[in-house]
T-cell receptor
Framework: KAGVTQTPRYLIKTRGQQVTLSCSPI?????VSWYQQTPGQGLQFLFE???????NKGNFPGRFSGRQFSNSRSEMNVSTLELGDSALYLC?????????????FGSGTRLTVV | AQSVTQLDSHVSVSEGTPVLLRCNYS??????LFWYVQHPNKGLQLLLK??????LVKGINGFEAEFKKSETSFHLTKPSAHMSDAAEYFC???????????????FGKGTKLSVKP
């Protein structure tokens, strides 16, 4: 059974640009969550999608957005990139989301903003 | 609001000795708790999870954790450390409780485990 696949693995962008990251969840999983990991702030929740609907959102500016497609694949978009957006972005999938079921994480996309 | 506190940012042990990584949680209801491990330049791997069944939870690679409600703790242990255990470990509480509809995981700051030969 394939795991959670995130593409690309590494990305270098310039300040002011926008970026789109992709996440393919485990087959059959309908919940996809996104997290940002930085040395200073640790792991922080961005948002969760379930059956194409955003179900929960963390405390990030509106430059961070996402969507989920009918096949449960999800994309995350960051517009007007800032240096502070440099981070490891992790995607996690779950069959239902939340609670006791746990999450399976992808290997992440390392975004560097220069 | 839910939160987790990992009491040690760095733990160093010798190979073959026991491992103890400490975690305290705060939750307004019966929480779902997890331990995840992250090896360098890798994603997060689920070690074990507590979901209000048995208080002693066994995970992968010989790790286990005990849920103690009276102490609001969920410490991770392993009887004998191996070099391959060197990694960063995260204690996590779920925002949604059992079967909750919200997918918000709240992470501790992490504990880096070093294993000396």
């Amino acid at each position: 059974k394939a795991g959670v696949t995130q593409t690309p693995r590494y990305l270098i962008k310039t300040r002011g640009q926008q970026v789109t990251l992709s996440c393919s969840p485990i087959s059959g999983h309908r919940s996809v969550s996104w997290y940002q990991q930085t040395p200073g702030q640790g792991l922080q929740f961005l948002f969760e999608y379930f059956s194409e609907t955003q179900r929960n959102k963390g405390n990030f500016p509106g430059r961070f957005s996402g969507r989920q497609f009918s096949n449960s694949r999800s994309e995350m978009n960051v517009s007007t990139l800032e240096l502070g957006d440099s981070a490891l972005y992790l995607c996690a999938s779950s069959s239902t989301g939340g609670g006791s079921y746990g999450y399976t994480f992808g290997s992440g996309t390392r975004l560097t903003v220069v | 609001a839910q939160s987790v506190t990992q009491l040690d940012s760095h733990v160093s042990v010798s190979e073959g000795t026991p491992v103890l990584l400490r975690c305290n949680y705060s939750s307004s209801y019966s929480p779902s708790l997890f331990w995840y491990v992250q090896h360098p330049n890798k994603g997060l791997q689920l070690l074990l999870k507590y979901t209000s069944a048995a208080t002693l939870v066994k995970g992968i690679n010989g790790f286990e954790a005990e849920f103690k409600k009276s102490e609001t703790s969920f410490h991770l242990t392993k009887p004998s450390a191996h070099m391959s255990d060197a990694a960063e470990y995260f204690c996590v509480v779920s925002d949604g409780g059992y079967g909750g509809s919200q997918g918000n995981l709240i992470f501790g700051k992490g504990t880096k485990l070093s294993v000396k030969p």
